[in-house]
């Protein structure tokens, strides 16, 4: 369990994480747009499929919105390139694996610690936190949950 917790109007706590590509990501510098920051148990999983196609099929609705999105899972990045490329998701998945930014942001697990959480955070362009939103048995509810808390700050 996470000993952690970020709360709604923290900053975004600087990490820098390996995508698909084991390219490292500096969050920190990702700052000027808003960031979704999704946590999925695992990768070609039925609901974490049902969720990543979700971010995918609205894709086009954050980046208009000015938004990134970044799947997080604690998968190496060999596995999120075979899911990435499977699914064709136009956005990064970032590697975890050591389950050090679930702890930082305090990503609870699931299911008597046994499943990794679905927990999807929301940070506006200057990093702070707006939305947390969790729901383990519904992924495609993320995406509009997402959706809906942007455009209530973009719109």
């Known amino acids: 369990m996470a000993d ?26 990702r700052r000027g747009k808003f960031m979704v920051l999704y946590f999925y148990p695992k990768d070609d999983t039925s609901g974490c499929i049902k969720e990543a196609c979700s971010f995918r099929d609205s894709f086009q609705d954050f980046v208009d919105a000015g938004a990134l999105v ?21 956005f990064s998945l970032l590697s975890d694996t050591g389950g050090e930014l679930r702890n930082l942001l305090g990503v609870p697990a699931e299911m008597f610690g046994l499943i990794p959480g679905r927990v999807t955070y929301i940070f506006d362009p200057e990093g702070r ?15 509009k949950e997402a959706l809906k808390v942007i455009g209530k700050w973009y719109g």
Do not use: C, R, W
């Open 4 to 29: 952690n917790k970020l709360q709604t109007g923290d900053q975004l706590p600087h990490f820098i994480m390996k995508d698909e590509n084991h390219q490292p990501i500096n969050i920190s510098s």
């Open 70 to 90: 970044y799947g997080v899972s604690n998968d190496n990045p060999t596995s999120h390139a075979l899911f990435k490329a499977k699914y064709q998701l136009p």
């Open 129 to 143: 936190l707006i939305k947390v939103f969790k729901s383990l048995l519904s992924p495609e509810k993320h995406v």
